[in-house]
Nanobody, 119 residues
């Protein structure tokens, strides 16, 4: 599976960005996909996750109500609203055939995309 993440950039506090993770695999729909982020000097953190067939979503507490993960046949999206400076990080998408939300259990990773939020 090849994943390509894009959509990062610079936003002001309260602004929005939409990340995309495009996959090049016919059976991409069976994979669960997560978004993770990593700020300099910090550990990689779970942000949002969507399962394969049923599309069940989960979020880290700090982004609930502001971030939305969704998917279509070949792409997973992360709509990020009300961005705050603490959301600044490199964002990664990752996929696995199970439903794990642990970054260490992911099978495939996209390259990160930088999100920077100014106050």
């Amino acid at each position: 599976v090849q994943l390509q993440a894009c959509g990062g950039g610079l936003a002001q506090a309260g602004g929005s960005l939409r990340l995309s993770c495009a996959a090049s695999l016919r059976s991409f729909g069976v994979y669960s996909v997560g978004w993770f982020r990593q700020a300099p000097g910090e550990e990689r953190l779970f942000v949002a996750h969507i399962t394969g067939r049923l599309g069940i979503t989960t979020y880290r507490d700090s982004v609930k109500g502001w971030f939305t993960i969704a998917r279509d046949e070949n792409t997973v999206y992360l709509q990020m609203n009300n961005l705050q400076p603490e959301d600044t990080a490199v964002y990664y998408c990752a996929a696995n055939r199970g439903n794990s939300r642990d970054w260490r259990a992911q099978n495939y990773w996209g390259k990160g995309t930088q999100v920077t939020v100014s106050s």
